[in-house]
């Protein structure tokens, strides 16, 4: 646990720069950047770290890349497995493809950024859960409470960052400013903002404890259903990892998730050698996120103080294994707009400009993959290609991977 560094007295009786709702990879390397180029910033969450979060697990080079160059890896820090290879499996058939990055999981990733975070200086407030933000010309009052308590704080700053992933119910509230043009536009509260894709799946996850499966560490298992997917990784503590994206219809007919998790396995790994208990996977506590695929706006209240990154700007369904690195890619832009404009409106426009060339391609290249593994004979009949042709599982991982990936890496 990493203990609070301020009292919630003293975070609401200072005014500051800004403050960050969220800290998964995307809020903790933004406050990071931010405090590193000496911003005062607050950090909330409404958990404490180490936390779950259903997750692959999987690090992208996008991801490895952003950790690289934010240097927050130190030599007593587990350290992230290399992965070697993926294993596609539809419908019996099974293609093991080369692959690059690492696996990690989320209760070690997040919590060295949270540390590295308040090493930098920045401020960090665990189990605080941000209900509401109101902007104003001169600043935004963010309300919120102690998880689990009742009386309400608010807290002052220049900008607020939501950073709250796919779960965000930060309401953005009405703005101080009556008579500015925008005000009944804004006051929608965030939800009705988000615009999520029709029969958008939704995840589940869980860890299962080590003797759960026999896949060995450096491997991914991507095994492709009728009505769904299922990512199955060994984490650097050696438990097994199960991160899943299915059609609601899917979950709902087979009772519990657990269940739809079980039939897509035994649907998918049937004749492939590969097991995974079903035990396990009853007894997991299973964790589900609302619908995957979404897009939120970027800036948010009238007078272009509040901002969104990472999950809670917008996310495409996980088969690629990508959010952690745009989460992190994303802080990067998000910092260097902030860090480079005074002005709210200009800072505003260049975090737009810059989200929109940096992700737009990427996010068109995911819906296209989401579409396809809607298909498991589409998938099955590209294993059983790969299987004949190993050259075709090159241009496999770069449909995956994606050929503009070196943009993102490079920033340009
Ligand atoms: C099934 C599945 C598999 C995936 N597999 C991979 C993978 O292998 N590789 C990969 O790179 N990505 C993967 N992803 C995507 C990845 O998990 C996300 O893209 C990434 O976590 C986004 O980071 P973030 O910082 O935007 O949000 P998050 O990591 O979701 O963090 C949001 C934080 O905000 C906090 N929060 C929320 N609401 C509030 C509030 N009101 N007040 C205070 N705090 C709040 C939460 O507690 C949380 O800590 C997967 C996702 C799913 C669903």
């Known amino acids: 646990m990493i203990g609070a560094t301020l009292s919630h007295a003293d975070a609401a009786g200072r005014h500051w720069q800004f403050i960050v709702v969220g800290a998964g990879p995307g809020g903790s390397a933004t406050a990071l950047r931010l405090a590193r180029a000496g911003r005062s910033v607050l950090l909330v969450d409404r958990g404490d770290m180490p936390r779950a979060k259903v997750c692959g697990c999987c690090l992208s080079a996008t991801a490895l890349h952003e950790l690289a160059a934010l240097d927050v890896f130190s030599g007593d820090d587990p350290a992230p497995v290399p992965l070697a290879a993926v294993r596609i499996v539809a419908g019996g058939r099974a293609a093991r493809v080369p692959l690059g990055g690492a696996t990690l999981s989320r209760e070690a990733l997040d919590t060295i950024l949270v540390e590295r975070a308040v090493e930098a200086g920045v401020h960090w407030l665990p189990e605080f859960l941000v209900t509401s933000l109101a902007d104003a010309v001169d600043g935004v009052c963010l309300t919120g409470r102690a998880v689990g ?57 869980a860890t299962l404890p080590a003797a759960a499966s026999d896949l060995p560490a450096g491997e991914l298992v991507m095994a492709v259903g009728r009505g769904g997917y299922v990512g199955i990784v060994r984490l650097e503590d050696g438990r097994i990892d199960i991160a899943a994206a299915i059609d609601r219809a899917t979950i709902a007919a087979a009772g519990r998730p657990a269940d739809a998790i079980v039939a897509l396995l035994a649907e998918s790994l049937d004749g492939s050698g590969m097991r995974v208990s079903s035990a396990a996977l009853h007894a997991a506590d299973m964790r589900a996120t609302p619908p995957l695929t979404h897009r939120s706006p970027l800036v948010a209240g009238v007078h272009a103080r509040i901002f969104r990154i990472g999950d809670a700007a917008g996310y495409v369904e996980p088969f690629t294994g990508e959010g952690m690195g745009w989460a992190l890619a994303n802080a990067r832009i998000f910092a260097a707009a902030a860090l480079a404009a005074d002005r709210p409106h200009v800072m505003a426009d260049r975090y737009r400009s810059g989200h929109d060339r940096l992700f737009s391609a990427h996010h068109a290249r995911c819906r296209g993959v989401a579409r396809a593994v809607r298909h498991p004979w589409l998938v099955s009949g590209a294993v059983r290609l790969a299987q004949l042709a190993p050259w075709i599982a090159a241009h496999v991982v770069s449909l995956l991977v994606g050929a503009s990936a070196r943009r993102l890496l490079s920033g340009k």
């Open 149 to 205: 308590a009742e009386p309400t704080l608010s807290i002052a700053c220049d900008h607020a960052v939501i950073a709250a992933g796919l779960a965000d119910h930060v309401r953005i509230d009405a703005c101080i400013d009556p008579t500015a043009p925008q005000a009944t536009a804004d006051n929608q509260p965030l939800r009705s903002q988000r615009a999520v894709a029709a029969a958008s799946r939704i995840g589940l996850g």
